[in-house]
């Protein structure tokens, strides 16, 4: 998307970027897991096609894409590669409502895990989300086993909406009330633009 393509997002644990051609290589070894490819729904492509993917991506605005990284890594070595622990996306699949879209987390680095950088980095998007891009309604599709992203959801008040028995998956939806808008406020959220030293954000 790009309207996102000069944006950083910084919070307390992550920083958001947008996924770029740099970011491919790295992306491409994480997605050759067989776990991941399960949990994500996504088939395993060569890395030509991962930089044709990427670019696809960028310029389609139904896609909002972002690279986590890891906050505290990127303040000891400011390098994004070395940085790197997952994406978070937001996909415009509804036609009949433009304000509406699948949400997905992915924390792929599997030592970066438990540290709370998902929901941290989940509540960042939901918050561009809705403060940026005036969304009302956020659905997710998750695996049935995924249990640690089903409990993740569930606590941010998503619910469940419909199940699917061909796909092992079930879809969550929140939309947005006063309620909900005031959880997003609890979390550290700054947007910098990207000419910015991110080091230099405190």
Same mark, same amino acid.
Not at 61 to 71: A, G, P, Q
Not at 84 to 106: Q, R, Y
């Given at each position: 998307?790009?309207?996102?393509?000069?944006?950083?997002?910084?919070?307390?644990?992550?920083?958001?970027?947008?996924?770029?051609?740099?970011?491919?290589?790295?992306?491409?070894?994480?997605?050759?897991?067989?776990?991941?490819?399960?949990?994500?729904?996504?088939?395993?492509?060569?890395?030509?096609?991962?930089?044709?993917?990427?670019?696809?991506?960028?310029?389609?605005?139904?896609?909002?894409?972002?690279?986590?990284?890891?906050?505290?890594?990127?303040?000891?070595?400011?390098?994004?590669?070395?940085?790197?622990?997952?994406?978070?996306?937001?996909?415009?699949?509804?036609?009949?409502?433009? +304000?509406? *879209?699948?949400?997905?987390?992915?924390?792929?680095? !599997?030592?970066?895990?438990? %540290?709370? $950088? #998902?929901?941290?980095?989940?509540?960042?998007?939901?918050?561009?989300?809705?403060?940026?891009?005036?969304?009302?309604? +956020?659905? *997710?599709?998750?695996?049935?086993?995924?249990?640690? !992203?089903?409990?993740?959801? %569930?606590? $941010? #008040?998503?619910?469940?909406?419909?199940?699917?028995?061909?796909?092992?998956?079930?879809?969550?939806?929140?939309?947005?009330?006063?309620?909900?808008?005031?959880?997003?406020?609890?979390?550290?959220?700054?947007?910098?633009?990207?000419?910015?030293?991110?080091?230099?954000?405190?």
């Amino acid at each position: 998307m790009r309207q996102n393509q000069s944006i950083v997002i910084y919070g307390d644990k992550v920083i958001l970027v947008p996924y770029k051609k740099d970011h491919v290589v790295k992306y491409h070894e994480w997605m050759k897991s067989a776990d991941l490819q399960e949990q994500t729904a996504s088939e395993p492509l060569t890395l030509q096609e991962e930089f044709e993917m990427q670019q696809s991506w960028f310029n389609d605005n139904k896609k909002c894409t972002f690279i986590v990284l890891d906050r505290c890594s990127y303040a000891s070595n400011p390098s994004e590669i070395e940085s790197m622990v997952g994406d978070v996306n937001l996909f415009f699949n509804d036609d009949e409502d433009n +304000f509406s *879209a699948e949400v997905e987390i992915m924390i792929a680095e !599997s030592s970066f895990r438990g %540290r709370g $950088l #998902g929901k941290e980095a989940l509540l960042c998007m939901l918050r561009y989300g809705v403060q940026q891009l005036k969304i009302s309604r +956020f659905t *997710a599709k998750i695996g049935e086993k995924n249990f640690t !992203s089903l409990r993740l959801f %569930r606590s $941010l #008040g998503f619910q469940q909406i419909s199940e699917s028995e061909v796909f092992r998956e079930v879809t969550l939806e929140k939309r947005i009330d006063e309620d909900f808008r005031t959880l997003l406020q609890t979390c550290k959220y700054e947007l910098r633009n990207t000419g910015e030293n991110l080091s230099s954000v405190s």
